[in-house]
């Protein structure tokens, strides 16, 4: 009985070690301490331009400078959008590296586009590494293409109005389900905000919707940016 007892808790023991070592589902996400958030401010966890948690997306995450002030988004999509509205290219670019999870310049990057992996504000993936060595392992477990800086930047902004009308649309739907959710979690407010990023502060700082989080609070702060209209 007793070796049957120690079988038992021995493969126990296993099956946990084994559950750790599994990958989050989100391939994208990492853990709250292994991103480096280089922005500041109250909002500094959230993408800028469409109000995304920063780990959430981690693994696609850049970074810029604009006006001299720093931001960091969620995906080379939002970097390269902010900086098509704002008029200028973005100052100082930086990729996260795959390999260290660091963030490195863009121009000492190799992106890995188009892989099995999910992409993020796009539907064609784009990871970066800081060596082409680690760049082609990857693309050779997962697909797709391995590219440099200037012609991934030269295929976003090709795609641009495409993708920024399919995300349009992902959100203004997303929005309808926040609307819902507000209406049955939320305490009422009169204020509306600019951005997401700028809706989810004040919910968290006001527990606006109790201790909401995820595609919830995406989805709520999102009707109250307006993006739903």
Not at 107 to 118: C, E, F, I, L, T
Request: glycine share 6%.
């Amino acid at each position: 009985m007793k070796k049957l007892l120690l079988v038992l808790v021995a493969l126990s023991v296993m099956l946990v070690a084994g559950d750790m070592k599994k990958p989050m589902k989100n391939f994208r996400m990492v853990p709250m301490d292994k991103a480096q958030i280089v922005q500041s401010g109250k909002a500094k966890m959230f993408c800028p331009k469409c109000g995304m948690t920063l780990p959430m997306f981690y693994r696609t995450n850049h970074a810029a400078k604009f006006d001299g002030k720093t931001y960091q988004y969620c995906s080379i999509h939002c970097m390269l959008e902010d900086a098509m509205e704002r008029g200028v290219e973005p100052t100082d670019p930086m990729v996260v590296d795959n390999s260290t999870l660091k963030f490195i310049s863009v121009n000492d990057a190799y992106y890995v586009v188009g892989s099995k992996k999910p992409g993020t504000m796009s539907m064609v993936s784009k990871y970066a590494f800081g060596t082409k060595a680690a760049a082609e392992d990857f693309a050779k477990k997962f697909g797709g293409k391995v590219m440099r800086y200037p012609e991934v930047a030269a295929l976003v902004k090709k795609n641009m109005k495409k993708e920024i009308a399919g995300i349009h649309k992902r959100q203004a739907k997303m929005a309808k389900m926040g609307e819902k959710l507000y209406k049955k979690m939320c305490k009422p407010t009169d204020k509306r905000f600019k951005t997401a990023a700028e809706a989810k502060v004040f919910m968290k700082s006001t527990k606006l919707c109790g201790n909401i989080k995820g595609k919830q609070c995406q989805a709520v702060a999102l009707f109250l940016a307006g993006k739903g209209n």
